[in-house]
């Protein structure tokens, strides 16, 4: 077929506006063509990946045959351009903004306070917007279904659901509250009637209604233009790639011919990350959407056919309509697909993902291709140029492998399913993920078996499974075994053995979690075996006994459900004048340009004239000594500017210890070596991997804190707390026990990845830094030293920043340093945005924490004395690793007072990334070991733990094991109130009852209290400083040295000065922060940034009230205005700065005492977990926050930060995992293998409340600090997960744990809960053999 040598114009629209083409590069992806070509940067690129739902854009498209429009939510940055011929795109900017008009889902988001950084906001917008594009009236299980392929790493997600719960109409009720009521009754959701507690965030009384008339219509042209196509082939060549778009079967048929190794682009989703990702490049691509055979679909008597081209949400919708109509005999293939279907990624892949090309792209852990292969799915394919009726299926032999794929199947057209009405067929399907939804499966299995009719004698049997080999595996032997053989116990635990011969998986298999995943594999068939045993007894209640309850427990999978709570805090005074904002929830003051996307982030800013692009390349050694470095080849290529090394820093290069570019020697991977500056991210990214570098090994490479243990690898001295006498207490106490319990690490996960642009001024050597950072003056500290020039030439500006989370504050500067000296060097603006896989690769995160303990204590429970010893893995350079654990000392007694303890202390030096700050700077980690011990205590007593904790807990004013006073009333209150509010005793009690019932399934309930010391221990860290000026307009502009990290610190601010200056916040307006405003300022971190900035602004504000008062007593009923002018004109000055010199702090760590922080925040959570023993998931059931706030300034903010924190905390306690090699190298670079909370995995019911009516005289309004303290209440869902897991094990007749390591993942808890399958595993012999990943704590 001749091709044509000219490329086609690409036509499609955005937000109702037409976009021709004239170049279209099929390596383009259509995130990347809103952004920087079209400057639509409302949509957000964090993972790049499909994965996080930040780029969500919905398509929409016309069908010419059947005159009908879709419209479907796509993962932009998988989408590429070439596709997108004939389509209309509506962005996030299309649908509402502020100079028109907002959408209502644009302002039910906002408003209704699911955005804090806003970087996942305009995803989550249009998520929500496609699905009431869909359904007007969406119910419950949609909307959660909607936003499950969306993360957020700030909110907690429950303020989002509620927006999107305003959406819902009661008649679609979910039903799900107890006594049937509807979760959407916000009558259901008071507080005890409290004058003083409010219960309202917002008004939903002001929202404006949907109106679905004022939508975008899909554009007439595109509809005339698909009517009347023009062209028959569409061809697009690129830069390397040319992209063919055939329009008839014969066509395909015939290129396919032409191009046997073209491949075909349906979805994308495999295809997209592999050529991003791995590098895999095929100079031609066919794309055969427009093939209507491939999107055929056809329903006979005999079964079903459904076209190859379908996507998979469209597959799932026509099962879902065909089970509702077939007996259920017929449709067990497709309802096992349905049940996976609807945990398989995201909607926005589902939407995308095509079926042909799920099952070709035969991914290990595919979820269909177990169930298409032992539902014996027959795939109609083209061959040589020519449409086979025929066939490949039938006993799972379509699973084909790549040569037959390549050579001689061109493709897939069409999907058979045969329906077997034969009542003796089962078939069924299983997965198991790390979380509910949109997470790979570790292993999944399809499983049909046939029995001799009117008998439980076995006729075939298929068992196939994903996860456990590089592509689905057979069990094919097994399974032949086992044919003749009876449906009972017998054949059971052979069939459990054979399997397990039969599917072999060496210590060494890549994804690790062997014995795990062979545990899953036996245990998955013993759900089946309970299935068809059930389903035959419900065909035949006479001839088939009935399951006992405790097994029928074992089929029932946790349902999914929408989240609610309930949200109280203190209502302001009613005297409190109205336009006074202090202590209301008001919305955050980007919310509304969030949910717009017209909030501008560091990469939306506009490209410069002759702006550079920054790629590093990196380290892949642990250790090495640098031979050589070669960029010829990167310098040659197209647009290559430079390569920068460490030769080309004109001053410092970072210091001995950390430096920004590897000097002689590298020491972890993922360490900087060089960088490629281009004229596009894309050359520059392409250029870098042609670098060069060759490295001699060094000795030792240390991974583990046990390694840098045994080499005495450590950062600082070893730092020691102690009170009492803790030999002498050791030797008078009841019982005495020892242990260790290891924490993983965790990634920041902020969805804006690291980004600045430097951009060098003509003149004087002056530098603009736009920067997310965390701390401007440390950036602009650290380019100083790296050019060697004076800080006065450098302005670091900060508008806001995308999430921090303490992964801002010093690796920003970093960065920042390496992005200036290529700057310097090339005399050009450079923007280095690191791309989500190196982001986590170079940044490092939260420390391992190994913990070991000593603790003696009385039978009733009182611990006397406690001998603790804490080592973190601080990576590879110093960074704050030194303070960190300075902090899990001095915080790590909690709430308890323990008369007689001691801890010691150190920072492990590895060649793992370097460590960093990490909200909770320790705490989470050191707290996490004592209430291990707490809990190991209890259960030695055979008491509940909540007993040993109250028991332990101070109760009267009394020192810190630091010897800082305090009074513990409020802790006791929240305590109290906690147990209360979650009523602990009685679902303790319910939670006891459960678990008599039920074997399989147990039920945990833990209360933790929380002790957190807020701030630093220094003095000057506390100083914060602010300019405030009012312009003679009456207009005040604030600025100050905090930083926007979503925390709500400029709303907070805002309030500050609207009360101070009495004006109404409409007055006031807070632009960027930046040195040059207000210099010398200190990161914004450690919960203080509101605190002492605040004070700031106050102190600002108050200098000018004060300058104005003459004025404002000689004319009191003036307008504001009208004094401004009046002091204008009298030469009074109407600009202040605001000082605030901070809090009296010092340690003296000789003495082991100072009075450090300024006040504590008190708190308490109750979790409750459901865990399936069997393959180790859980669910969140309920839990119950309460917190002693003081007065919050904005309770809206207060409690985002409370709830978002928890959900961290219980990401890193339950479900984050960092996996490295034994070689140091980070395996988990991204959300698809590194899966952090999304939607579905908050707790069902999650309550959060302040404490009212108490007093922090300290800070300003009496107020707290609540940035980083919820985070480890997230523990205390682990310590229901392991309440739930000592029920299981007691019953099993098993000692008790007394300790699990954090994360409890579904692999700790299935593989706690030992029974007869994890025994049936052999026991794994490690020796000699490397395993895939190694714990680093
Ligand atoms: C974020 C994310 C999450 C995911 N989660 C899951 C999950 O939980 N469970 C799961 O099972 N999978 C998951 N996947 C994998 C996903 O199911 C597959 O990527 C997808 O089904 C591939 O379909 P596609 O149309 O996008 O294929 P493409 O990427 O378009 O193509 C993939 C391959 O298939 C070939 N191909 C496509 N169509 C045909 C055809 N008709 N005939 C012959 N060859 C063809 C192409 O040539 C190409 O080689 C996930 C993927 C992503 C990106
Ligand atoms: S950036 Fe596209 S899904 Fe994450
Ligand atoms: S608000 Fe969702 S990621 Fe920040």
Known sequence: MPRSKETDELVFFVNGRKVIEKNADPEMNLLFYLRKTLQLTGTKDSCGGGNCGACTVMISRYDPISKKISHFSVAACLVPICSLYGAAITTVEGIGNTKTRIHPVQERIAKGHGTQCGFCTPGMVMSIYTLLRNHPQPSTEQLMESLSGNLCRCTGYRPIVESGKSFISSSSCCQMNEKGRCCLDQKENKPENKSNVCAKLYEKEEFQPLDPTQELIFPPELMRMLENPQKKILTFHGERITWIIPSTLRELLELKTEYPNAPLVMGNTALGPDMKFKGVFYPIIISPARISELLAISKTKEGLTLGAGLSLAQVKTILADVVTKLPEEKTQTYRALLKHLRTLAGPQIRNMASLGGHIVSRQPISDLNPILGVG?????????????????????????????MGKKVNFISQSHFAESDNPWEFV????????????????????????????TTIADLNILYGGLGPTTVNANKSCRQLIGRCWDEGMLNDACRLVLEEIALPQSAPGGMVAYRRTLAISFFFKFYLDVLQQLRMRDPRGYPGLSKTLISVL??????????????????????????????????????????????????PVLAEELFLAVVTSTRPHARIISIDASEALALPGVADVITAQDVPGNNGSEEERLYAQDEVICVGQIVCAVAADSYAHAKQAAKKVKIVYQDLEPVIVTIQDAIQHKSFIGPEKKLEQGNVEEAFQCVDQIIEGEVHFGGQEHFYMETQSVRVVPKKEDKEIDIYVSSQDAAFTQDMVACTLGIQKNRINCHVKRVGGAFGGKASKSGLLAAVAAVAAHKTGCPVRFVLERGDDMLITGGRH?????????????????????????????????????????????????????????????????????????????????????????????????????????????????????????????????????????????????EFNQQSFWKKRGIS?????????????????????????????????????????????????????????????????????????NTIATAASTGADVNGKAVQNACQTLRKRLEPIISQNPNGTWEEWVNEAFTQSISLSA????????????????????????????????VEIDCLTGAHKNIRTDIVMDASFSINPAVDIGQIEGAFVQGLGLYTLEELKYSPEGVLYTRGPKQYKLPSVTDIPEEFHVSLLTTTQNPKAIYSSKGLGESGMFLGSSVFFAIADAVAAARKERGLAPLLAMNSPATPEQIRMACVDQFTELVPQIDSEGCKPWSIPVA
Not at 378 to 398: C, D, P, R, T
Not at 429 to 453: D, I, M, S, Y
Not at 894 to 900: L, M
Request: glycine content about 8%; hydrophobic content about 35%; aromatic content about 10%.
């Open 1137 to 1168: 700065t605001g000082y605030f010199r901070g809090y009296e702090a010092h340690m003296d760590w000789e003495k082991g005492e100072g009075d450090i922080y300024p006040y504590f925040v008190f708190g308490a959570a109750c979790s409750e």
């Open 428 to 455: 069924s399907a299983f997965r198991q993920a790390p979380c509910q939804q949109n997470a790979l499966a570790v292993v999944n299995t399809g499983v049909r078996v046939l029995f001799k009719e009117d008998t």
């Open 848 to 992: 391992p924490l190994l913990g070991k303990y000593k603790i003696g204590f009385m039978n009733n429970g009182k611990i006397k004395a406690a001998d603790i010893d804490y080592h973190i893995n601080g990576g590879c350079t110093p960074d704050d690793s030194e303070l960190v654990i300075e902090y899990a000392l001095l915080k790590m007694e909690n709430a308890y007072k323990i008369p007689n303890l001691r801890v010691r202390g150190r920072a492990c030096k590895t060649n793992l990334p370097s460590n960093t700050a990490f909200r909770g700077f320790g705490f989470p980690q050191g707290a996490f070991v004592t209430e291990t011990w707490m809990t190991a205590v209890a259960s030695k007593c055979h008491l509940p733990p909540e007993t040993v904790r109250e028991l332990n807990m101070y109760k009267t004013i009394d020192k810190t094991i630091h010897k800082q006073e305090f009074d513990p009333k409020n802790l006791i209150k929240c305590w109290h109130k906690c147990m209360e509010n979650s009523s602990y005793s009685s679902r303790r009690k319910a939670v006891e």
């Open 376 to 404: 014996k799915c027959i795939l109609n394919v083209a061959s040589k140029g020519e449409l086979l009726n025929s066939l490949i299926g039938g006993n799972a032999s379509f699973i084909l492998t790549e040569q037959t």
């Open 556 to 605: 029932e999978d946790f349902p999914l459900a929408i989240p609610q709570g309930m949200q109280s805090f203190e209502c302001v005074d009613p005297q409190q004048p109205p336009h006074d904002p202090v202590g209301r929830p008001i919305m955050h003051q980007s919310g509304i340009k969030h949910a717009t996307g017209e909030a501008v982030f560091c990469d939306d800013m």
């Open 1007 to 1079: 209360i933790i209290p929380m002790k957190f010391s807020v701030g630093f221990p220094k003095t000057f860290y506390y100083q914060a400083a602010a300019l405030v000026h009012v312009y003679t307009d009456g207009s005040v502009l604030v600025a100050h040295g905090g930083v926007e990290l979503g925390q709500g610190i400029n709303t907070k601010m805002i309030q500050v000065a609207s009360r101070e200056l009495q004006l109404p916040m409409s007055y006031i307006h807070l632009g960027e922060m930046n040195t040059m405003t207000v210099p």
